[in-house]
């Protein structure tokens, strides 16, 4: 970042657009850098009189001697420093605001779908959330109608009837629940995700809000894929709707659609369609389960689309609102559903993965959405930011067509303005910040001109993307540029003309190669060349079957044909026991999931797909491009594997029992069982049920009962899991408690935590031991002992073919070997970047503290008795090293984050003398509970932070730095 040693005026108080409500005199203060004893400050409030302002060291300040008039106050403070002057400006509102910045979430699912928890609940834990003042839930609309009694979008009671209530449809049922939520401060929003299937054409997903009725898939005139019918015909009814509503492009990307990559424009269609998702996924910003799309929201620009970004988290899990930090900004008159709605017409949106940020965009003094009917050759361009968790707003650009950056600034501040001219010459313009943590903002553009789409502006195959080597296949095309002659039209392979014949509107390839390939349309004119890519899967004639071994072990984008026995339902036979457009296939060399898949097929049916090796969350899959089904067949009956096997079988229907060892959500959706192989979490999706049944009740289930489940063995970014396909397949087991070891196979899992305590995909076979180091008397350095033990371990890091001397980390694995506190994984294998349970890090700190004995019982019942951790969460919990994750709770087997790692040592080192406590300071990105022990551990550089210097205090904690940490505690403070 470029220095800056002129005068700095920072810390503007009141903030940027911040009102003062009941005080009309308010202190108005800032803070000075670069500026010597000598500087002066000045204030002028509305372009009135300039008046000194107090200075004491680095702060002035300033107040009214009489009341200010209410409603926005632009305040623009002046400092002279000998010969040089700097001004800074700024506006705040004096009462309340005229206009305010309301944030929300507006793509979220509950039990009404495809996603966990009743719509009630839904509403009430988004009220309560985080910066959220609007939410909407918009489940899938074809879980509200059925092929026999479909829903429309002028009727409320069409549809399916109300499982709770039979004399009104669920749609209304369900909008009358939003509807009902509605509070002063908070403004719920009903509407619901039209989805298409992905077999045939890959339109997308859109939300549409605040409709009377509602179309789904399940209509085959919507769902029609042949030119993009299906597509075109849900655009013009959405164009024919009122101004009380709006839709939204959700997620587009190749695996989910981008809506024929923006085609078909049309003015009609974009006054309903006001925003595209350029962030979606319940995960956290920047990792497993948050996808961004940024690239994709200037194609849709490009394409001639006046649409605001959002970014929202497509709740699936619950924590509706708050699962990340992304929001939607609306710059509305006031929190009603006509003011938000209004506002989102109008594209007074930007969207931000940082909760705490505010942004203002001006040209012209038109704020963010508007199209300027005359804008002129030169525009005045005003941006105001405020980041209010106290980050450095860091990168502010101005980009435009393409992606294209015209203009760079930087600020260190927390609070700043940017005011400057630049020259029109093109038709749009918006904002992009880039914080120092990589955290983006986008602001909707502001347009000085139409967006012409000219060239190609659609290009599709024909029936579909699958094609054979040496066989005809058709592209359709569309092609605009007024006043130009084409010349010729060719299709590419790589460097090779695979075209053979074309008329307007079509051209024909023989593609030569297979695999996945990627062709590029080019028109030449007289006025220039134009460019287009499409996607075809290519098969060469006579393609084999392969096992289904083989697809499991093949690369991503490799083609294959299997043939499989239905393992789950698919939702067109069945949406209580079908996964949302997945089910799972198996041969006799293992099985996997398949995708997409929503037709009337059943366990059992016998089919024959071709598709591409592929992936969701961590999960293997094919992708299909066609589907035959060849017969049916006896139903497979589940392989009977041991809880710690279950992993190394990924999609095939599996049977496995074990004691219930945690119940990670109240709903029992996730539940961990080990029979003493390694424990296996047993999921379900919150849409799953029972057969032909709304019933998704669930036995009583505790800690200590042994169960039995049957699923799918799966995996996503919290780990590898059963994937439960019908809620009759979780039984309690009537028998006797079995015999456990003493210690678990992997004491590492995937369990779920609050939101501070995220976990990440489990990696087996962890051993961490941690030994009292103390001079001359240590333990024997042995591992936890699992059910399968590995072999010992060599001590020497010359063993350890995952630590190579140049990495960061060499030397700490040397000292921790050699201190026997971390042992290996394996006889070579370290481990560095693996992970470790929260009940290994108690052990370890237990037996620093010289394994004393304590008097009374922990309060924790997930806490095995006998257990080989017991005693030192019993010493901890005494010790006031840990309180658990509730009041019940410990989570023994779940991964520790590195702010929770710091926090109980730095509690253990508290308990023991060896350091004094300190007083915590605000640290972004820390939970409160632990921002005490971050600050000891910031301030003595016990943490240095990830890259960038970012602290990463919610993320899971590896092996090697639990060593560099540890080791610098003891160096920095001993040990006992």
């Known amino acids: 970042m470029k220095v800056d040693n002129s005068p700095q005026i920072l810390n503007v108080k009141p903030a940027n657009n911040a009102e003062t409500l009941d005080d009309k005199r308010p202190e108005i203060s800032a803070t000075l850098l670069n500026v010597s004893d000598r500087a002066t400050a000045t204030i002028s409030l509305n372009g009135g009189e300039k008046q000194p302002m107090v200075r004491e060291g680095a702060l002035v300040r300033y107040t009214p001697d009489t009341d200010l008039k209410d409603g926005k106050t632009e305040a623009t403070i002046t400092v002279t420093d000998g010969d040089v002057v700097k001004e800074y400006s700024w506006k705040f509102y004096v009462g309340k605001a005229t206009v305010k910045h309301y944030r929300g979430q507006i793509h979220s699912h509950s039990n009404y779908s ?24 918009t489940d899938h609309s074809n879980y509200f109608d059925k092929e026999a009694n479909l829903g429309t979008i002028d009727d409320e009671n069409s549809g399916l009837k109300d499982p709770r209530d039979g004399s009104k449809s669920k749609w209304k049922r369900y909008k009358e629940i939003v509807e009902a939520a509605r509070t002063e401060d908070f403004l719920p929003i009903y509407g619901y995700e039209m989805t298409w299937t992905k077999t045939g054409a890959n339109y997308g997903h859109m939300n549409t809000f605040n409709t009377k009725g509602f179309v789904s898939r399940n209509s085959d005139f919507y769902n029609d894929k042949t030119d993009s019918k299906g597509l075109l015909r849900y655009y013009e009814l ?26 078909y424009y049309d003015p009609k269609v974009n006054e309903n369609v006001k925003l595209v998702e350029i962030g979606n996924g319940e995960g956290p910003i920047h990792g497993d389960g948050y996808f961004p799309s940024y690239d994709e929201y200037i194609k849709a620009l490009d394409m001639g689309w006046k649409l605001a970004p959002s970014i929202n988290q497509d709740n699936h899990k619950k924590r509706w609102g708050d699962a990340n930090d992304g929001r939607n900004v609306v710059i509305a008159d006031g929190l009603t559903k006509k003011d938000i709605i209004t506002a989102i017409r109008n594209l007074s949106v930007y969207a931000s993965e940082d909760k705490d940020i505010t942004v203002d965009f001006t040209i012209n003094g038109h704020i963010m959405g508007s199209t300027l009917a005359d804008a ?5 361009v005003d941006i105001a930011v405020a980041e209010q968790g106290g980050k450095s707003i860091g990168a502010v650009d101005i980009l435009t067509t393409g992606g294209k950056v015209i203009k760079s600034m ?9 005011t400057f001219e630049l020259q029109n010459d093109y038709p749009y313009y918006l904002v992009r910040i880039t914080e120092a943590d990589g955290d983006f903002v986008f602001t909707a553009p502001i347009w000085t001109e139409k967006v012409e789409a000219k060239g190609i502006t659609a290009l599709s195959p024909v029936g579909g993307d699958e094609a054979t080597v040496g066989e005809e296949k058709e592209l359709s095309y569309t092609f605009s540029a007024e006043g130009e002659r084409i010349q010729s039209v060719e299709v590419y392979d790589g460097d090779t003309v695979i075209s053979t014949k074309t008329e307007y509107g079509k051209v024909t390839v ?23 890519n499409v996607e075809l899967v290519v098969y060469p004639k006579g393609l084999a079957t392969s096992p289904i071994s083989e697809v499991q072990k093949a690369k991503p984008g490799e083609i294959f044909q299997i043939e499989g026995i239905l393992t789950s339902n698919a939702s067109g036979y069945d949406k209580a026991t079908a996964f949302f457009d997945a089910a799972y296939v198996q041969d006799e060399t293992g099985g996997i999931n398949i995708f997409p898949i929503s037709g009337n097929y059943k366990i059992g049916d016998r089919l024959k797909i071709r598709g591409i090796r592929d992936g969701y969350q961590d999960e293997r899959q094919l992708s299909i491009t066609s589907m035959e089904k060849i017969g049916e067949t006896t139903p497979p009956q589940p392989t009977v594997l041991p809880t710690g096997k279950v992993k190394d079988n990924t999609g095939l229907l599996i049977q496995t029992k074990g004691k219930v060892v945690s119940v990670v959500k109240d709903d029992l959706s996730e539940i961990m069982i ?14 799953i049920g029972r057969p032909k049944s709304d019933d998704k009740s669930m036995p009583k289930i505790a800690v200590g009962d042994i169960l039995q489940a049957t699923g799918l063995a799966s995996v996503n970014p919290e780990g590898d899991r059963i994937r439960i396909r019908n809620r009759n397949d979780v039984v309690v087991l009537n028998e006797a408690k079995e015999t456990e070891p003493n210690t678990p196979d992997t004491p590492n899992q995937p369990d779920k935590k609050p939101k501070d305590e995220q976990p990440t995909k489990q990696n087996g076979g962890i051993i961490l031991t941690p030994v009292t180091p103390s001079p001359g008397k240590t333990d024997e350095g042995k591992p936890e002992t699992p059910a399968h033990p590995v072999n010992p371990v060599n001590n020497e890091r010359k063993g350890f073919k995952d630590v190579k001397a140049s990495d960061w980390f060499a030397k700490d694995v040397d000292r921790i070997v050699e201190k026997k506190l971390l042992v290996g994984m394996t006889e070579d294998t370290f481990g560095p970047n693996e992970k470790a349970s929260r009940a290994m890090i108690v052990t370890m700190l237990h037996r620093m503290a010289g394994k004393p004995s304590v008097e009374g ?5 997930d806490i095995e008795k ?81 890259e960038n210097g970012n602290l990463a205090a919610k993320e899971t904690i590896t092996r090697a730095e639990i060593a560099a940490i540890t080791l610098r505690v003891m160096d920095r403070f001993g040990s006992k």
């Not at 966990?116 to 909407?136: K, L, V």
């Open 114 to 137: 495809d996603g966990a928890g009743t719509p009630e609940e839904a509403i009430q834990y988004a009220s309560t959330a985080d910066h959220i003042d609007f939410f909407s839930l």
């Open 238 to 263: 959405i164009s024919g709707l009122g101004t009380d509503t709006f839709s939204q492009f959700n997620h587009p990307s190749k695996t989910f659609g981008n809506f024929d990559e923006f085609a």
């Open 376 to 380: 002129g050759k030169t525009l005045n």
């Open 410 to 418: 930087e600020s260190s501040a927390d609070t700043d303005r940017f």
């Open 510 to 532: 023989v593609p030569a190669k297979e695999g996945k390939r990627q062709l590029t349309l080019k028109v030449k004119t007289d006025g220039g060349e134009y460019e287009r």
């Open 674 to 687: 080990d029979d003493g192989s390694g424990p296996i979490k047993v999921f379900i999706d919150g849409y």
């Open 857 to 861: 019982n922990h309060k924790f019942t």
């Open 866 to 946: 006998g257990s080989w951790y017991e005693e030192a969460v019993n010493w901890a919990e005494a010790k006031g090293v840990t309180a658990g994750i509730s009041e019940t709770a410990f989570d023994p087997h779940g991964d520790i984050t590195r702010e929770a790692f710091v926090a109980m040592m730095y509690r253990y080192y508290v308990s023991e003398g060896l350091i004094e406590s300190v007083e915590g300071k605000p640290l972004d990105g820390v939970s409160p509970w632990a921002q005490e022990a971050m600050t000891w551990a910031v301030d003595n550089k016990i943490v240095v932070g990830r």
